[in-house]
């Protein structure tokens, strides 16, 4: 059992406040949008007591069936399977799509072959791995994630005076299908088609007013400006028309698989992601933009947001399972100072969000208090813990 400390990702979209108040650090007025934790090979966290540090990365790969366990290490090459980030948005974050593992596998060997280094701007496969994930909100916490039904899209766009709505509308009632969603998504993204910078500012403009005057898509029309205001002349703020728009209160989750497109508006939240920085985005950054690519991996299958309800797991944790064999995660409340024991046995990464608490594996004990946390090897056996507070768990099914 090692503390363990995050790699702190200082993005423009992030806050300057929620990452420093969950972590217990004085802010300094730098945006940080992402705290990472695990062994990802761009920023591996790092692990063990002054004196004795390493990186999370390293001590899987110098022993990967003991940090690991001897079914992880099989099923997943020797790697940690999973990434935990603790994530806060102050503006909207890119339209973006995550690959499956074959597509992944595919785009960096095609992107190796180009001779585009790892560390180019322009690359967008940075690992051979999928990136599904789960969000767990710590606040409220806003997003578009997959594409509504056409019929939806067409009755929101019914009406409104422009020629890029009249365009979009035509093309969801002319085929109400995933093949119309997908027409309708390229006409906004694609090179040849996309919307001006002036008809963007003017469609965010028309729907600010429909909000104001009474709108029959409130949520919808409010994602819409408030993307036109934060990415001016940026057409991916007019996808928002096309997408789910997802409220999300503290304490409840959603599953993003790959394919899905997506966008985090704001908030801050827990999340949990196969080990891989592999992000395909259409707009809504500065970062780099492949929107050939990301057309060759989206979903158009229009889906409701996968919500996720924990399950109980003994008396003071709730799991988080999800549709991939990569990852779980669980919330622990401890609110008598009884002992708790934690699921699982393999690699976990266990985060004190709330309160402190004392940790007890096979191999000895370790103090958590709020912000803090600590990677547990497989060989730590079981754990029980003692405390009060909220602390978090990444782990392996």
Request: proline share 9%.
């Amino acid at each position: 059992m090692r503390a363990i400390d995050p790699v702190l990702q200082h993005y423009a979209w992030g806050s300057t406040t929620a990452i420093p108040e969950t972590l217990g650090v004085v802010p300094d007025g730098t945006p940080i949008a992402e705290a990472w934790y695990g062994a990802h090979g761009s920023a591996p966290s790092p692990v063990g007591p002054e004196g004795a540090r390493t990186t999370l990365d390293r001590l899987v790969s110098e022993d990967p069936h003991g940090v690991l366990g001897d079914d992880v290490a099989v099923r997943f090459g020797g790697r940690l399977p999973y990434l935990l980030k603790v994530i806060a948005a102050a503006a909207p974050l890119s339209l973006q799509v995550h690959p499956t593992p074959e597509q992944a596998r595919a785009g960096y060997a095609a992107e190796e072959e180009r001779g585009i280094a790892l560390d180019d701007p322009r690359r967008s496969y940075k690992d051979q791995n999928h990136k599904p994930e789960l969000v767990y909100a710590l606040s409220h916490f806003e997003a578009l994630i997959g594409f509504r039904a056409a019929r939806r899209t067409a009755e929101i766009l019914r009406g409104v005076d422009h020629p890029v709505a009249q365009r979009l509308h035509d093309v969801v009632t002319a085929d109400p299908t995933a093949d119309g969603v997908r027409a309708a998504f390229g006409e906004l993204v694609g090179e040849e088609t996309r919307p001006s910078p002036a008809e963007v500012d003017e469609l965010g403009e028309i729907f600010a007013r429909r909000l104001r005057e009474g709108s029959p898509a409130p949520r919808t029309d409010r994602a819409v400006s408030t993307l036109a205001q934060a990415y001016p002349g940026d057409p991916g703020a007019v996808t928002a028309l096309l997408l789910n728009p997802v409220t999300l209160r503290p304490g409840e989750a959603c599953f993003v698989p790959a394919g899905a497109v997506h966008a985090y508006l704001s908030g801050s939240a827990v999340e949990v992601m196969a080990n891989s920085d592999n992000v395909l985005r259409a707009g809504l950054t500065p970062k780099h933009v492949d929107v050939p690519e990301l057309l060759r991996t989206v979903d158009c299958v229009a889906a409701p947001p996968i919500r996720i309800a924990p399950e109980r797991s003994f008396d003071a944790t709730e799991v988080f399972y999800v549709p991939v064999d990569d990852f779980e995660l669980s919330v622990t409340r401890l609110t008598d100072g009884r002992p708790a024991r934690l699921p699982g046995v393999g690699p976990r990464i266990v985060l004190c969000l709330e309160g402190s608490s004392s940790l007890q594996g096979a191999h000895g004990h370790h103090e958590l208090a709020s912000g803090q946390a600590v990677f547990v090897s497989a060989d730590d056996g079981p754990l029980v813990v003692q405390g009060f507070g909220r602390l978090v768990q990444a782990s392996v099914p």
